[in-house]
């Protein structure tokens, strides 16, 4: 409608998918972004703080140890006591080179074990050492006056303080990085927690407003079809939506507009067949053939014509001396009233000759009757059954090959004994062909209308369906094979596009 915006259901898709996606590309950093930060807090603690903490013990152990051997051998003189204090050094520096390691980034922790250090140097230069000089001498006057100065004791001291401070600062920094992991899960989780429910309300607002904008109207165009095809054809079908349901809603209207010109149309042409319906019938009735029995004979035929009224196919028996039987199946070529009154004069032509000519002469006689209708031309199968002598003859104008279908046996086709039937063809003749007819067989003539039906690949029934439908139906009455074939036609091909004519003549007794 004028100054109605319009939008495609494909616009609407790509708003809630970028949407989506712009919602995921936000939580999705941010929830990246955490992580990282997490796994360096972890990372601190597991590869940093922790073990700084160990090494910080294990150099307080030794420098433990270096105390107790220094004041051990001082008091007993006992060489073993100083094994310690000369041992412990490699694995103090061994402890010392990893916690350095680990507080290299962190300048106030680098700054305390720096402190600790001095602190021991200072008690190992200007107590310890000096007081082993002495032990080590044999001066252990001087030795005890040294170290009952307390000046070591205090160093020492000082030593246990600074790595004490050293220890404290560490565990400071491991609580800190402790509680900085500790918020980043809990913001990992509100952002989980977030993520979720942004989701859930993006998929609920996508899976409103693509209902609204795109479904919507397609239920209300489904439901305006549906009035269409129950007969409601006075509203027009529009819809409000997306282009593409618009566009679809103007072709469903387009196709109830056409609905209503055909219906007109075909009112107008009911009306018009009313006025012309017993016309029409007589010559649809002249066009066909009575059938029933013969003496040792069953016949039946139909004819479908592809028009619905009139076909441009015939057909004719005529009885002759003898207890013979000419049948007679020809389709001219178009459909409607024009091929009906070809076939209805060519019909009239060849019942007046049949039986007063050879067969060999029924073709050329009817030939003048197209003489004025260079376009028109006719394919013709003509037999005189002789149920007496129990032969067939025939005569056949390019029409597909009737079948004899023996009770027992292989079928055996009629084929074309000249070419079809045209005024060009001016000088064209016809053999005679003759075989058996024996009791049980049957006779069955078709218009190309029955073997070039087609299915929706395109494959046509051909002359092997009819002999099948024939086949399916032995034994049963002439009527029941026409049936049968016509059934044949009509499963293979639910649309057929060309008059379909069957005729049927079965022998049923020896004459």
Same mark, same amino acid.
């Given at each position: ?122 008690? /190992?230069?200007?107590? &310890?050492?000096? =007081?082993? @000089?002495? #032990?080590?001498?044999?001066?252990? $006057?001087? +030795?005890? *006056? !040294? ?14 303080? /600074?790595?004490?401070? &050293?220890?404290? =600062?560490? @565990?400071? #920094?491991?609580?800190?990085?402790? $509680?900085? +992991?500790? *918020? !980043? ?33 397609? +239920? ?292």
């Amino acid at each position: 409608m004028a100054g109605r915006r319009t939008y495609s259901a494909r616009s609407v898709v790509r708003l809630v998918t970028a949407l989506v996606v712009l919602l995921s590309t936000v939580v999705g950093v941010l929830l990246v972004v955490t992580l990282v930060q997490v796994s360096r807090a972890q990372a601190e603690l597991e590869e940093e703080l922790n073990p700084a903490r160990v090494a910080l013990a294990k150099v307080l152990a030794g420098y433990v140890d270096q105390e107790t051997a220094q004041r051990g051998y001082i008091l007993t003189g006992d060489d073993d006591f100083l094994a310690p204090y000369l041992d412990a050094p490699k694995e103090i520096a061994r402890s010392l080179k990893l916690l350095r390691e680990q507080v290299a980034d962190d300048a106030e922790l680098e700054a305390a074990v720096e402190a600790m250090v001095t602190a021991h140097a200072a008690w /190992q230069r200007t107590a &310890a050492e000096p =007081e082993l @000089a002495a #032990a080590m001498a044999g001066d252990r $006057r001087e +030795a005890a *006056r !040294l170290v009952a100065s307390g000046n070591g004791k205090d160093l020492f001291d000082r030593v246990r303080q /600074q790595q004490a401070t &050293a220890d404290a =600062e560490v @565990a400071v #920094a491991q609580e800190e990085a402790t $509680r900085r +992991a500790d *918020r !980043l899960l809990d913001r990992l989780s509100v952002l989980l927690v977030v993520t979720v429910l942004s989701l859930l309300a993006t998929t609920l607002l996508g899976a409103v407003g693509f209902s609204r904008a795109v479904l919507g109207p397609l +239920a209300e165009l489904g439901r305006r079809s549906r009035e269409v095809a129950r007969g409601g054809l006075d509203r027009a079908v529009t819809t409000a939506g997306p282009r593409e349901v618009a566009t679809l809603a103007a072709d469903v209207d387009t196709m109830r507009v056409h609905l209503l010109d055909e219906i007109d149309e075909t009112r107008r042409a009911g009306e018009a067949l009313a006025l012309a319906e017993p016309a029409v019938g007589a010559l649809q009735r002249a066009l066909d053939a009575p059938a029933g029995a013969r003496p040792g004979l069953d016949v039946s035929g139909r004819i479908d014509s592809a028009e619905g009224v009139l076909a441009g196919d015939f057909l004719d028996l005529v009885d002759l001396d003898g207890g013979r039987l000419a049948v007679v199946l020809g389709d001219v070529s178009g459909h409607g009233p024009e091929a009906a009154v070809v076939g209805l004069v060519l019909k009239a032509a060849l019942h007046g000759v049949i039986g007063r000519v050879p067969p060999e002469e029924l073709l050329p006689a009817v030939r003048g009757t197209l003489a004025d209708r260079f376009e028109s031309f006719a394919t013709i199968a003509a037999v005189i059954v002789d149920p007496r002598a129990g032969t067939l003859s025939w005569v056949n104008a390019g029409h597909p090959p009737p079948l004899l279908v023996p009770s027992v046996g292989l079928t055996r086709p009629l084929d074309p004994t000249g070419p079809l039937l045209s005024p060009v063809l001016d000088e064209a003749t016809w053999t005679v062909g003759t075989v058996q007819f024996f009791p049980g067989d049957a006779l069955v003539l078709f218009s190309d209308g029955a073997v070039e039906a087609r299915d929706a690949r395109g494959q046509e029934l051909g002359t092997r369906g009819v002999d099948r439908a024939v086949r399916a139906a032995a034994g049963q009455p002439a009527e029941v094979v026409v049936r049968q074939v016509r059934a044949a036609v009509r499963d293979h091909a639910p649309t057929v596009r060309d008059d379909v004519t069957v005729l049927v003549v079965r022998r049923v007794t020896s004459s």
